[in-house]
């Protein structure tokens, strides 16, 4: 009996290719933002996800419609200090490596990147104060500021993409996108810019009102500033109506609160009835 040498080749081959398949080593898929946020928190593991990019931007230039700018701001939760945003059109030939959302980076990596976007782009930053927060709340001062800083960048942009779901009300077309910071690089510059500048103005404050820790929290409602703030009572750069701020009022400037009126209570009404006017009560009604 004649066996065919390459019959006997090609069946010892099968398995190997087989394995060489299930070793395979697989590629890992790319993950946006908002499908991390969809994933259990009791999952274990390190999930991959990708930077943002300028994808966006590009399909915009594409067409003929260029700048195209990326806003966003830092400082909305906080208990002490302004609103911060900032407004950044990207030079599509020198763009930083690195870029990221800001709350990615570490506060060594973020003032790097700060020098070298403003370096090679166009920046332009708007500042909402503690009392614009009070007067206007808190939401309507942060679009105040993000449209302040689209309208102090060098040149007019003619798209806008802004971190939120709250549209801008500009003269060019604007386009708010919910995560915004982790998925179109401008708005990733933006957050960048946006926090070293109010970093920093916050470690300015921490010299003009010590004791509350400003340079290291930043104002947002940690133990710390919480302590503080029960200890000192509120400063001028805190914000009057946050809840926290509005107690230490109350307990160390009790003057300055206004007694609210209860709409539930009751109060008496006198009722003057003339004399002269005599009711029959057989008069059947």
């Known amino acids: 009996m004649i066996r065919d040498p390459s019959?006997?080749?090609?069946?010892?081959?099968?398995?190997?290719?087989?394995?060489?398949?299930?070793?395979?080593?697989?590629?890992?898929?790319k993950i946006s933002a908002a499908d991390v946020a969809k994933v259990p928190?009791?999952?274990?593991?390190?999930?991959?996800?990708?930077?943002?990019?300028?994808?966006?931007?590009?399909?915009?230039?594409?067409?003929?419609?260029?700048?195209?700018?990326?806003c966003d701001e830092a400082g909305r939760g906080p208990l002490a200090g302004p609103v911060v945003a900032a407004a950044v059109i990207l030079d599509p030939d020198r763009i930083p490596r690195g870029i990221d959302d800001s709350k990615r980076l570490t506060a060594e990596e973020r003032e790097k990147l700060f020098d070298k976007i403003c370096a090679t782009a166009q920046v332009s930053v708007a500042v909402a104060s503690p009392a614009r927060i009070d007067r206007d709340n808190i939401l309507r001062a942060s679009l105040w500021?993000?449209?302040?800083?689209?309208?102090?960048?060098?040149?007019?942009p003619r798209h806008v993409f802004v971190d939120g779901r709250d549209r801008l009300d500009t003269a060019c077309d604007c386009e708010a996108v919910i995560g915004g910071d982790g998925i179109v690089l401008s708005i990733a510059a933006a957050s960048i810019v946006a926090k070293v500048t109010r970093d920093r103005l916050m470690c300015a404050l921490a010299q003009d009102c010590p004791g509350y820790g400003f340079e290291q929290h930043k104002g947002y409602a940690v133990p710390e500033h919480l302590d503080a703030l029960d200890r000192l009572g509120p400063s001028i750069h805190h914000r009057s109506f946050f809840a926290p701020v509005a107690a230490a009022r109350a307990k160390h400037m009790p003057w300055t609160v206004e007694p609210v009126q209860d709409l539930f209570s009751v109060t008496e009404v006198e009722v003057q009835v003339e004399a002269s006017v005599e009711i029959d009560a057989s008069v059947n009604l």
């Not at 991959?48 to 300028?54: C, G, K, Q």
């Open 7 to 29: 019959a006997k080749t090609s069946a010892k081959a099968a398995p190997k290719k087989a394995a060489a398949k299930k070793a395979a080593p697989i590629k890992a898929a």
């Open 41 to 70: 928190a009791g999952r274990k593991g390190i999930i991959a996800v990708a930077p943002p990019s300028f994808r966006r931007e590009r399909a915009l230039i594409k067409r003929g419609v260029w700048p195209v700018a990326g």
């Open 145 to 156: 500021a993000l449209k302040r800083a689209v309208m102090a960048l060098p040149e007019a």
